[in-house]
């Protein structure tokens, strides 16, 4: 191993049930069994991670846990034919940061099953840009593809639209042809969203001004909706004939307040989104697309905020108030 010791950021639970996160000093025999061990070049921070860093039982199976769903380096040590020292890879979920220790620490030693090899031509760096919010992104446009919804069909809504998620799916909609209509709640970001390609920006309220019908005027041929709650039962409601709606998120709600006409009477397809456990060939595919056809001109300039270690509880408190803007990438210690 290149370091006899490591950094990596640590969630411990006390006897008394007070959580607390630090960077803490790790040695190579405490991280988990695994084929693949990788020298953490990049994570990022991701709404997930900032539920991690509080203790948040959906996210954390374990005490004590490290959090990053994504991680981007090179590997170092390999039981598994597929990887030698040396590769560039990337994992974005799979269960890391969840019931596997996550990619905020420098070494990560996690199953061959969860590893992909860097997409290239994205440097490792560019992955995390992307990391887990840009590959659920990738999930939805494919969703949207895959139910025949071209850029002709009409306008495609995309919600938390500042987010990580949001803002990349804004790009690559609009790189793709689609007539965006990005809906946020920070009037800072109308700027970056209308540089990204958004055609049209409305806020959270507008659309929740659109009243309590079981239907809606026919608005959007395609949604993704990254809020969840009663913005997606919103869009539902308005969603027009043979629309592709995805749903990934909950930062609004996780109930659905809603009546079965917009299915049975529009046709409406509403598509579940799930990163984590996607199946590999999928996954490369969307890696894939991201790397070249699907890349947002504006990506690494646009998009990203780099930031170290010992900054990260910060940043997942901006994140976890909504109050964050695109990409935030972690940088880890050499
Ligand atoms: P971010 O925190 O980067 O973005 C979320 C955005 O949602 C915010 O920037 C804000 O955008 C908006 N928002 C925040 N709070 C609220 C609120 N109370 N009501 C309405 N909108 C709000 O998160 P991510 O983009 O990383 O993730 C978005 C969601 O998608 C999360 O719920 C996350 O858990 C989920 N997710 C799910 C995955 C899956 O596999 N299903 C994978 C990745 C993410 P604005 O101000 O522009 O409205």
């Not at 006390?14 to 996160?21: D, F």
């Not at 405490?30 to 991670?49: A, E, F, R």
């Not at 938390?160 to 920070?186: E, F, M, N, P």
């Not at 507008?206 to 019908?213: S, Y």
Request: with cysteine; glycine share 12%.
């Amino acid at each position: 191993m290149p370091h006899e010791s490591f950094q990596a950021m640590l969630v411990r639970k006390s006897q008394a049930g007070r959580i607390t996160a630090a960077i803490e000093t790790l040695s190579f025999d405490q991280l988990p069994p695994g084929q693949v061990t990788i020298h953490v070049l990049y994570s990022s921070l991701n709404y997930k991670d900032a539920l991690a860093l509080e203790g948040h039982p959906g996210v954390v199976r374990a005490f004590p846990h490290v959090p990053g769903i994504d991680a981007a380096g090179v590997v170092v040590e390999s039981n598994d034919p597929r990887y030698a020292s040396g590769d560039e890879v990337i994992i974005t979920g799979g269960g890391l940061g969840e019931r596997i220790w996550g990619g905020l620490s420098q070494f990560v030693r996690v199953p061959a099953e969860i590893v992909v090899p860097r997409p290239a031509p994205l440097s490792l760096q560019e992955c995390m840009i992307y990391g887990t919010a840009g590959f659920t992104a990738g999930l939805c446009v494919a969703e949207i593809e895959r139910h025949d919804v071209a850029p002709e069909a009409g306008d495609v809504v995309v919600t938390g639209a500042s987010g990580g998620v949001g803002s990349i799916a804004v790009a690559i909609l609009a790189r793709l042809g689609y007539r965006v209509t990005a809906v946020t709640g920070k009037s800072a970001a109308h700027d970056l969203l209308r540089r990204l390609g958004a055609a049209e920006i409305v806020g959270r309220e507008a659309l929740h001004e659109a009243g309590d019908r079981p239907l809606l005027k026919a608005r959007w041929a395609a949604a993704v909706d990254t809020v969840g709650g009663d913005l997606l039962a919103t869009i539902l409601r308005g969603a027009g004939p043979h629309s592709c709606v995805t749903a990934c998120g909950l930062v609004g709600g996780d109930h659905l307040n809603l009546t079965v006409y917009p299915f049975i009477l529009r046709g409406v397809t509403l598509a579940g989104i799930n990163s984590v456990d996607t199946p590999m060939p999928q996954r490369r595919m969307i890696w894939e697309k991201l790397a070249e056809p699907w890349r947002p001109a504006g990506l690494n300039e646009l998009l990203q905020t780099e930031i170290d270690l010992d900054q990260v509880a910060e940043y997942a408190g901006r994140l976890k108030a909504g109050q964050a803007i695109g990409r935030i990438v972690v940088r880890l210690p050499r």
